[in-house]
């Protein structure tokens, strides 16, 4: 059973920056993708940025150019740096990892933007 853990979320203002943190266990294939999802207060889940193992990356449109998803392999670790942050990027955060066939969500990590 994959079971990643996030950390690194927080409280910081508006411009500020934070990193998350997913650590996860498991095998990753050359077809397992990475990604770090968020949930707003009343909005559905949506995809942030993804990874797949080589290192090609994907951002929604709203993150381009202030957020960024890397992995360090060797440690079974992903990463979303992301800087400039805006009140909008509020919400919980969940990463969601591949392992094989199968994968999992972590528990969330809380970051809020103060104007």
């Known amino acids: 059973q994959v079971q990643p853990v996030e950390s690194g979320g927080g409280l910081v203002q508006a411009g500020g920056s934070l990193r998350l943190s997913c650590a996860a266990s498991?095998?990753?294939?050359?077809?397992?993708?990475d990604g770090w999802y968020r949930q707003a207060p009343g909005k559905q889940r949506e995809l942030v940025a993804s990874i797949t193992r080589g290192g090609i990356t994907n951002y929604a449109d709203s993150v381009k150019g202030r957020f960024t998803i890397s992995r360090d392999n060797a440690k079974n670790t992903v990463y979303l740096q992301m800087n400039s942050l805006k009140p909008e990027d509020t919400a919980i955060y969940y990463c969601?990892?591949?392992?094989?066939?199968?994968?999992?969500w972590g528990q969330g990590t809380q970051v809020t933007v103060s104007s």
């Open positions: 498991g095998t990753i294939f050359s077809f397992n993708t």
């Open positions: 969601n990892v591949q392992r094989g066939f199968e994968n999992g």
